[in-house]
């Protein structure tokens, strides 16, 4: 595998230099340093500040065992090395097996075999030619399998300071263009095997460098490179990218795009043609795994060769061996990745338990997985379901509903510190402290209703074009630039509410009804009812363009808008679904529980303060006098929340024309498939022959 470059990190390369990089010695001592400063300070703290104020009154414990663990911590820093003299020990370890199995009579005994089959393929006893015969061929001249990287290495320096290399003259160099079968054919006429070179394969474009070669990275716009959220946008990897020569390729085959741009790897693959690149897979007994698992440099060894291969399968193994290989993989992939286990038994527990997500299977072994379990499924099939559809809507609809959490309580902060100006910073809050108290319901039931209902594709389309999952493990909603986005909406809205509600209504005077306002006259003794510079009535108007405003935020992003049908409830028989199928939650967590309920609320505390003395008595008949004389406050509950928005929609309709995500585009051809299927309908119902 080093060999043909599966694992560039352990090349001699890589690990061959002597001294340690120095940003990466610098990084690792830092990391060091931090690490011994935080187990002093813990160390300090149990110690000393503990005890005397915890266990001044009590026995003190001989062995605190926060301090033992802290000492097991620092004993096993002791072990940790950079990543370039971990991986060179490995590396040695690898080789030292290598040679121990070479000198064995095993070893000895399958060497004499594949020289007697390379002798045979040589006097043309032999059709075929692997790559394996290759490499073991007349082994005792060679260098070391492990140490061809840095000759390659050398070589490619030397043709580099000699002038600019193309792509086309490096492949002559190297079997990289060359398979076995190919080279096994009596007319084969290519360049001999340089076995220095060999592996000059990882230092040459691969499957994804001729991808990129299909793209022309100069026909992005300013805006994608920008702005763009989606890395394929943003990186020029869509269609309008390709080169002419790629688009003519496209016409030519009729406009499949797949088997255009498939890598050279994927058609040796499914030509059956014997390569460099190919399928791999690993199967590994519970017997092996015992001798491996628990040694750092052999499970590092293992990990690294399991890495390479599409398949891994551990048969025979112990259910504290299962959990062990879920710890290879977080410990040993950088970033550490999201992993997930599926078992249906007993034994599968501590492998459910040390994976991020664990799924159980409730079958004939028991419910001890179940129990162990997130998620539970009946059949193991509903694993695609579960992943694919179920688990892509959930996070799409949690990484909304989180984001807008933030946002919704950014915005309320917001409002209050842009009001420390007004009220010299003496902490007077702009709202009244009970209508703050409301926002996180008031404003949280339409965001819930989001989190429970939406979804951007339905399942059909994403069973047929699974590629749209891609966007989750990208972890594309909850990128910095997303979080951006959202920050300097934050500031929009804050700006739009302050400036359009507090400074026109706290100035004095104010637009009142003709009737039962100012002009009305009502109490002759105490003019003025249609005022609304008070603080009470400045901060209403102000708290409920917010709330409107985030009602109309939820709505916007929302992907899918559940209308129902009506009515809801019905006596009625034949009507099919039941109720809870047919109410229309957008609607009535929007309108209903969330604006009607947060006018109810206002109304009611309007009226508690009249029975007494309480805290509620400064809302005495605020919420009659902002929206029963004053004309001017619905004037703002209309128009503010949608100044707010312009930006917001302005943005969204900017942004999925010039650089759309790529889930934007397959809801953009989802909606196209509906209105075909509807058009397709309408003509058959006609009686039309569909076209």
Known sequence: LVKFAKLPEYQQAAVGEEHIKRVEAIMFHAGKIKRSI??????????????????????????????????????????????????????NRAEAIVRAYLESAEGKKQKDAKAAAAAATASGDKE????????MQSSDSKQDVFSRAKSAKAVMKARQSQGKVSGSEVRGLTLANVTAHEAATPDFD???????????????????????????RMKRTLLERL????????????VKHLVKEKLDAIEEDGGNLQASIVPKSAQTMES???????????????????????????????????????????????????????????RYVVPEPVTLAIGDGANDVGMIQEAHVGVG?????????????????????????????HGRWSFFRMSTVVLFSFYKNAIMAG??????????????PLFDEWTIAMLNFVAGVPIGAYGFFDRCLDKEYIRKHPEVYGPTRRNELMTFRILLRWVLLVFVHIFTLYYLTVIPTSGGGGISPAFSGLMGNEDKDAPGNGEGSDLKSVGLVTFSCMIFLLSYKVVYESRSIIIGKFPACTCRDGVGEGWPNRVAYTWVANAYLSIGFYLVAIYIYNQLGKSGASSFSPFVDTTYHVLHTRSLSWLLLLMVPVAGMVFDVAFKVYANLFFPT?????????????KKKEREAKTLGAGEPSP
């Open 190 to 216: 290519g360049p001999d095997v340089d076995e220095e070179v060999l592996s000059m394969k990882s230092h040459l474009p691969g499957d994804g460098e001729e991808a990129k070669e299909d793209f022309d």
């Open 361 to 389: 299977i409730s079958g004939k072994e028991g419910q001890q997985a179940v129990n162990a379990s997130d998620f539970a499924i009946a059949q193991f099939r509903f694993l695609q379901e579960l992943l694919l559809i």
């Open 227 to 238: 702005f763009a959220v989606d890395r394929s946008v943003r990186h020029g990897r869509l």
């Open 38 to 91: 935080g187990r002093a300070l813990r160390r300090f703290f149990h110690r000393f500040i503990k005890y005397i104020v915890v266990y001044c009154l009590h026995e003190v414990p001989h062995e605190d065992p926060v301090l033992v663990e802290i000492d097991k911590e620092e004993e096993n820093e002791k072990h940790i090395l950079p990543v370039t003299e971990r991986r060179r020990n490995v590396r």
């Open 272 to 330: 059956g043609v014997a390569g460099l690149d190919g399928p791999r897979g690993l199967v590994i007994e519970g017997a092996a795994l015992e001798k491996l698992l628990g040694d750092p440099q052999l499970e590092e060894l293992l990990f690294a060769v399991a890495s390479t291969c599409d398949s891994v399968i551990a048969c025979r193994v112990s259910p504290a061996q299962k959990a062990q290989l879920v710890q290879l993989v977080r």
């Open 662 to 674: 790529q889930t934007q585009i397959h809801v953009e051809l989802f909606v196209e498939e509906l």
């Open 128 to 135: 075929d030619l692997s790559m394996e015969d290759l490499s």
């Open 415 to 428: 409002l209050l510190i842009a009001y420390t100006g007004e009220n010299l910073y003496s902490g007077t």
